[in-house]
């Protein structure tokens, strides 16, 4: 289970979010991804339960508003929590209820203004609440440690109702745990389409071309990140493919592809306009070959043993090691 939280200040856009389709598709597109997905992209939204307020979204805000005039401190009074399910997972409308009321109890706002709803236009089944931080009373919940407490949550309530076991976010984990790699099967699928496209092409342009038929949008500054078809950004060094690493292995394929073809050195087409007897010629052809299967290593090496995400500091090669800067103190500064 995954879970979302974050707090903002526009209960009207918060509110829409949870109760409206997606706003960049037309109702043709609606309708053929409904289709061809077997999915609800046309009113996807399908209100749980509400608590302490009722109506469309213009009168819930309304409702929210009112009641966050009661506190002048809280700048930010709105919450909005996510939980997602993995894929093939499935409960029940009673099930996530239950979810829901377990989620807004853990922040605080149990008894505060809030909607639960269910989105039914993604293959992982998953629920938004929009919950008011202000109470009646006029207190505003704590938002403090959010991440840490909807980590725990998740891992609470995939105990009680058998769902999948995932690790919580290495910073929540105790040392001894934080050596064992996570899985992320959106990040795994990133690194093996890098791969498979690297191994595919000779420059960055065939690359490029390569991941955009895969539906990646790139972005290449000073590194490299790749949107997949859910908007999701990451960035190629986050999957052990940062642009310097994916320009290093494209070159390595230049130099192999020119030595392959016999025009790699140009010392050596000089040597080979001449005549040459039979040994040195074995010689020549021996050294060329020595030359391809190193290339050849690099790149499987680069291809493989550094696309691990997950790498402990001790484990890293020499070369790869940042070392430390010196610290230096003068009038009281440290540089």
């Known amino acids: 289970m995954i879970g979302h939280v974050s707090i903002g200040k526009s209960a009207y856009h918060c509110i829409s979010y949870c109760l409206e389709d997606k706003r960049e598709l037309t109702e043709e597109q609606k309708a ?3 289709a061809e997905e077997k999915l609800q992209h046309q009113n996807r939204a399908e209100v749980l339960f509400y608590n302490q307020c009722f109506g469309n979204k ?3 805000a309304s409702q929210f508003r009112d009641v966050q005039k009661l506190s ?16 093939g997972e499935n409960l029940s409308k009673a099930q996530l209820s239950e979810i829901g009321r377990a989620a807004v109890d853990e922040f605080g ?9 269910l989105h039914k236009d ?44 995932v690790l919580s976010p290495r910073a929540f984990l105790p040392p001894s745990e934080k050596r064992i790699q996570r899985h992320d099967s959106r990040k795994e699928k990133l690194k ?10 000779v420059s960055y342009g065939e690359f490029e071309n390569q991941m955009k038929s895969l539906g990646y949008q790139i972005i290449k500054g000073r590194g490299i990140s790749f949107i997949d078809d859910k908007k999701v950004k990451v960035k190629g060094s986050e999957v052990g493919f940062s642009l310097a690493k994916i320009e290093k292995v494209l070159e390595l394929k230049r130099q192999l592809q020119k030595e392959q073809s016999g025009i ?3 010392q ?8 040459f007897a039979k040994p040195d010629q074995l010689v020549k052809t021996a050294y060329q070959g020595d030359i391809i299967k190193n290339m050849e290593k690099q790149i499987s090496m680069l291809l493989t043993d550094l696309t691990r995400t997950e790498i402990v500091a001790d484990e890293l090669p020499a070369e790869l090691k940042r070392t430390k800067k010196k610290k230096y103190r003068h009038k009281g500064r440290t540089y």
């Open 122 to 165: 993604t293959k992982e089944q998953h629920i938004h609440i929009a919950a008011n931080r202000v109470g009646f009373d006029g207190k505003a919940a704590k938002d403090g440690n959010s991440y840490k407490r909807m980590s725990a949550l998740c891992r609470k309530l995939e105990k009680q109702y058998g769902l999948q076991e």
């Open 72 to 87: 002048r401190r809280c700048e930010k009074p709105v919450l909005h929590l996510s939980l997602r399910l993995a894929p």
């Open 58 to 60: 213009k009168e819930l």
């Open 264 to 266: 790699g050195n140009p």
């Open 109 to 117: 706002v149990g008894d505060h203004q809030y909607i639960c709803v």
């Open 32 to 34: 053929k991804l409904s």
């Open 268 to 275: 050596r087409d000089k040597m080979q306009s001449h005549d």
């Open 192 to 201: 093996n389409n890098i791969r498979n496209s690297l191994e595919k092409s």
